[in-house]
């Protein structure tokens, strides 16, 4: 699907190449690094892809200022070397960086495990430029890190999904990298415990980087976990940290300690390397499981959604950032019943009880995937729609795809 | 953007007696005498009696004020308590103006999930203190949360001197309900993180009570620290005290505060209350870290020797909780103390990189002699956020219109270093003029179709923050006088 893409090097091209899809009404598809572009509903209209891929210069980096100026077509893995060289890092977690690109990230708002430490993407973005349907060159924030001059068009643009603008460039507030981290990881007999642990988390001394909960066989299988005695009926708790080696230090003996008072006896460690499971940061990214769903809710609604899923399939298996209310879902197999009756009957009604919502990202080509099943949940559609028709009145950009038909 | 012509006064009058009927006399005010405290807020040069103002107390009042005021095409402006200091709440053509202060409810506060529900009129130290004893906190604190009320603050994206480390009130709200412009009631976001859709969350927080007139708000609650560091580096200059700003920022620590005071200003604070500062000293910084225990004193040794390396003449460290209160009351009543400099004063709010300090600093000494008008700092320096008070008289015209030309050349110095107008006052009336300078004619059009889509009959909040499309900004005729909070 699609015509070839075109790859524009400069804004102005962009600008251009939106005023040739509006002179032949050709809806126009942003293209980062295409990593989750089966993701949501396709239109049947002939589409242009519009690729990023050569904006992707570094434009301003005053390192000192612990900002960075980047185009948006530049590679997460690209970034994060450049920000290394420094001693600094952007810190958040995205599947396959070496092919999703930052504009991509922020238009799907993705956030990964660290966002409980140190915040979500839409935080670290102070300074955008995209062109939206109308052509229209704009821009939003600038490069410091306290503005309030204007609309805040960081914010408007992150998880729009391209569907406002096609984003060209963004200034991004950066982070030191830690001294040192380290992850504590252990098995958790049932749900109550799990729970009772992850509530413990948040009055502990302890400041986690990251808090997650896993469980199926999936985990089950990973090698870095085998000593946890991960079963196909318990939880695992792993927990990030991150800081000074003295903090670190100091966290490791504290948590382990209460751990221990909660009965753990063993937990594991992993020490001086903040990724011993790439299987957290790229779980999502699995399109070979038969589906996979996100759901958003409160922090302790993230177990009762799990047992939601587990009654419907026992074999999924699970990643939550559990101190965030973000769960991830692979189911073994493809629901029999349905996929609507499952998004619609059992999983959004078990989100919602948490204040959230259900979306899928990975269903198999060809499953009858409506617009309401793949964003089960509501959204304040007269607002959204209102901005999506000022800023795209043609329905150019991403035509389809989103919550707004 | 729509102009709204002025209501006639008949209009007024049947405007009146239809809010009293829906929402109960006792909520409605029209006598002149009580209008005239609603004449503008904390930026006084700009006045203008709104026609009636109204107390809502719940959400279906707002939204019966709302629909009438539509009924009958009369503006409407919301106010929290009126501690903007750009001009937010200016009635510009008159109208009704909606103060929200009844609608002061903290409804629910959740632990667990880490939020609390809260209806806009709620002062922010008042959750603060609701908070207490709980180990969590509502991390935004602008200077002015005795007063100011969270709708307020979500309304400006206010900020603090916490605000380094901890973010501005954007970071910390996770939803709002609120009251459309055309009377429409929309939930956005909740209590659970990513809500679907457009972040609208993040696009209204800061939009200057122009899209929309917020009656509860979910407040993200965030842990306190296990443990703080607080010293006071005192500096013979002022590019030293600078220097090392940028010295503990480029070494990666990132403190919960760093702020800086100039020695106009330490000579006014020590005048209030003696706290025994050296006067001879150009500048002091004072610095907080906090975090866990264990690791906050490697943190504060190393900003100590930065400091020194930077040429710090003595770094003090508060000893207990009761010196770091004191050495806190005397930043956050640095606005008290200037009273006793002279009899007006205009404070800005610009934003430059923060390697850039040093630069606008002495660009600020230039401008100060350049007009013969002095100035004197308060920084949240570790955010690049200066606040350049202008000392003045505004009994002499000749002064007031330095005060305006210095303060001008200041701002158009923070656009030159690459930075912004507005840290967090926001743009309101005060800075309209500089809009065209910060953005450009299509930056602005795409603001003006955010408005739209939200309030398309501009009735809401009109005239504030996008110049008319005419570009007839407001001209400044006076520069602030800061009442002293
Ligand atoms: C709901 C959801 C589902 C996801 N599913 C998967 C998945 O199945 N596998 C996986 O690996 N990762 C997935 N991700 C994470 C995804 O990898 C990241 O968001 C990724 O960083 C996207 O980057 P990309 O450059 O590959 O974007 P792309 O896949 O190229 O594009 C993703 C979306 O962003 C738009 N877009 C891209 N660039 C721009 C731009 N410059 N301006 C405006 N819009 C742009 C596209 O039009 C498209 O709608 C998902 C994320 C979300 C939020
Ligand atoms: C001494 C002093 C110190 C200050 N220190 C700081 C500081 O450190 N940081 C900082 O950021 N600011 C500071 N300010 C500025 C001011 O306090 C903030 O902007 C504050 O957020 C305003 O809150 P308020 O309730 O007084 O709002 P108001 O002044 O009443 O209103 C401000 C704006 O918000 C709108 N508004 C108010 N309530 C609502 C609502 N419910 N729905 C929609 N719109 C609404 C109004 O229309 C107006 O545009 C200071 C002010 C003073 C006087």
């Known amino acids: 699907m699609g015509s070839p893409a075109t790859s524009p090097t400069s804004s102005t091209d962009v600008v251009a190449a939106v005023q040739r899809a509006r002179a032949s009404k050709t809806p126009l598809q942003p293209v980062g690094g295409g990593t989750s572009l089966h993701f949501g509903l396709q239109s049947a209209a002939t589409v242009e892809q519009l690729s990023l891929a050569q904006l992707n210069r570094v434009v301003d980096y005053p390192a000192r200022d612990?900002?960075?100026?980047?185009?948006?077509?530049?590679?997460?893995?690209?970034?994060?070397?450049?920000?290394?060289?420094?001693?600094?890092?952007?810190?958040?977690?995205?599947?396959?960086?070496?092919?999703?690109?930052?504009?991509?990230?922020?238009?799907?708002?993705?956030?990964?495990?660290?966002?409980?430490?140190?915040?979500?993407?839409?935080?670290?973005?102070?300074?955008?430029?995209?062109?939206?349907?109308?052509?229209?060159?704009?821009?939003?924030?600038?490069?410091?890190?306290?503005?309030?001059?204007?609309?805040?068009?960081?914010?408007?643009?992150?998880?729009?999904?391209?569907?406002?603008?096609?984003?060209?460039?963004?200034?991004?507030?950066?982070?030191?990298?830690?001294?040192?981290?380290?992850?504590?990881?252990?098995?958790?007999?049932?749900?109550?415990?799990?729970?009772?642990?992850?509530?413990?988390?948040?009055?502990?001394?302890?400041?986690?980087?990251?808090?997650?909960?896993?469980?199926?066989?999936?985990?089950?299988?990973?090698?870095?976990?085998?000593?946890?005695?991960?079963?196909?009926?318990?939880?695992?708790?792993?927990?990030?940290?991150?800081?000074?080696?003295?903090?670190?230090?100091?966290?490791?003996?504290?948590?382990r300690r209460e751990w221990r008072e909660a009965g753990i006896v063993n937990p594991l460690m992993q020490d001086g390397c903040a990724e011993p499971w790439p299987a957290v940061q790229e779980f999502s990214a699995h399109i070979d499981s038969p589906l996979t769903v996100q759901a958003s809710v409160t922090p302790s609604g993230v177990l009762p959604f799990v047992a939601a899923c587990r009654k419907r399939d026992p074999d999924c298996s699970v990643l939550a950032h559990a101190g965030n209310g973000a769960v991830f879902v692979r189911f073994a197999k493809f629901p029999d019943k349905g996929l609507s009756e499952l998004m619609m009957g059992d999983l959004q009604p078990a989100a919602a009880a948490h204040h959230g919502h259900v979306v899928i990202l990975n269903a198999p080509p060809g499953a009858a995937i409506t617009h309401r099943s793949v964003w089960g949940g509501e959204a304040p559609l007269a607002v959204m729609t209102a901005v999506k028709k000022k800023f795209d009145p043609l329905d150019l950009l991403n035509r389809g795809r989103f919550v707004y038909i | 953007m729509q102009s709204i012509p002025s209501p006639s006064a008949s209009t007024l009058t049947r405007l009146a007696d239809a809010l009293r009927r829906a929402i109960g006399a006792e909520n409605v005010l029209t006598a002149r005498s009580d209008l005239m405290v609603y004449e503008c807020d904390g930026f006084v040069i700009e006045k203008n009696s709104p026609d009636v103002v109204v107390f809502p107390r719940s959400t279906a009042d707002v939204v019966k004020i709302v629909k009438l005021c539509n009924e009958m095409q009369v503006p409407f402006v919301p106010r929290g308590a009126g501690t903007s200091l750009a001009g937010g709440c200016l009635p510009i053509g008159g109208g009704v103006m909606i103060v929200l202060m009844r609608l002061n409810r903290i409804v629910e506060i959740n632990y667990r999930d880490r939020y609390a529900v809260v209806e806009p009129g709620v002062v922010n130290v008042h959750l603060t203190n609701a908070l207490k004893g709980s180990g969590y906190h509502y991390a935004p604190d602008p200077s002015s949360q005795g007063a100011c009320t969270i709708g307020g603050n979500v309304a400006t994206n206010s900020g603090g001197p916490h605000t380094l480390k901890y973010g501005v009130t954007v970071n910390h709200v996770l939803g709002v309900e609120m009251v459309m412009a055309d009377g429409a009631v929309v939930q956005l976001g909740g209590p659970a993180e990513d809500p679907l859709g457009l972040d609208l969350v993040g696009a209204f927080v800061g939009s200057e009570g122009t899209l929309g007139v917020v009656t509860k708000v979910w407040v993200r609650l965030t842990r306190n620290p296990q443990g703080w560091r607080t010293m006071l580096a005192i500096f013979e200059s002022c590019d030293d005290a600078t220097q090392a700003i940028s010295e503990i920022i480029g070494a990666g620590i990132v403190p919960a505060a760093l702020e800086m005071m100039d020695q106009g200003i330490l000579v006014a604070i020590e005048a209030a209350f003696s706290f025994g500062f050296p006067l001879d000293a150009q500048a002091i910084l004072l610095i907080e870290v906090d975090g866990l225990d264990a690791g906050l004193d490697q943190q504060r040794d190393q900003i100590v020797e930065l400091c020194k390396k930077s040429k710090a003449r003595e770094v003090r460290l508060a000893k207990d909780e009761k010196e770091r209160l004191k050495l806190w009351k005397c930043r956050k009543q640095a606005f008290g103390a200037i009273g006793r400099l002279s009899p007006s004063y205009c404070t800005q709010d610009g934003v430059v990189p923060r390697t850039q300090l040093p630069l606008i600093q002495r660009k600020i000494t230039e401008i100060s002699a350049k007009y013969d008008i002095k100035i004197v700092n308060v920084f949240h320096a570790g955010d690049g956020n200066i606040h350049p008070i202008l000392l003045f008289d505004e009994r002499d015209a000749a002064q007031v219109e330095r005060v305006l030309h210095a303060s001008n050349e200041i701002l158009e110095a923070c656009l030159d270093c690459g930075g912004s107008v507005t840290g967090e006052h926001g743009i309101g009336?005060?800075?309209?003029?500089?809009?065209?300078?910060?953005?450009?004619?299509?930056?602005?059009?795409?603001?003006?179709?955010?408005?739209?889509?939200?309030?398309?009959?501009?009735?809401?909040?009109?005239?504030?923050?996008?110049?008319?499309?005419?570009?007839?900004?407001?001209e400044q005729k006076h520069p602030g006088r800061r009442a002293a909070l």
């Open chain 1, 66 to 255: 612990m900002t960075i100026t980047v185009e948006a077509g530049i590679t997460m893995a690209q970034l994060a070397e450049t920000l290394v060289k420094e001693h600094q890092r952007l810190p958040v977690d995205v599947p396959q960086a070496d092919r999703a690109t930052i504009g991509g990230v922020i238009a799907t708002n993705w956030n990964g495990h660290r966002r409980y430490g140190q915040g979500s993407l839409r935080d670290f973005v102070i300074g955008i430029e995209a062109v939206d349907g109308n052509g229209l060159l704009f821009h939003g924030g600038g490069r410091v890190v306290k503005n309030v001059a204007g609309y805040d068009f960081c914010k408007l643009l992150c998880g729009s999904f391209g569907t406002l603008g096609i984003i060209t460039q963004v200034t991004l507030k950066v982070r030191p990298l830690p001294e040192r981290s380290a992850w504590l990881a252990c098995s958790v007999n049932d749900a109550k415990k799990a729970e009772t642990m992850l509530a413990a988390l948040q009055q502990s001394a302890v400041t986690p980087a990251a808090v997650e909960l896993v469980s199926g066989s999936v985990w089950q299988k990973e090698a870095a976990l085998a000593e946890t005695n991960l079963t196909k009926d318990n939880f695992g708790l792993l927990v990030l940290l991150e800081g000074t080696t003295t903090e670190v230090l100091w966290m490791k003996d504290h948590l």
């Open chain 2, 429 to 474: 009336v005060e800075k309209i003029h500089f809009m065209q300078k910060m953005f450009s004619p299509d930056d602005l059009v795409a603001m003006d179709n955010l408005r739209q889509a939200f309030n398309p009959v501009g009735n809401l909040s009109p005239m504030k923050m996008l110049p008319t499309a005419g570009g007839c900004g407001m």
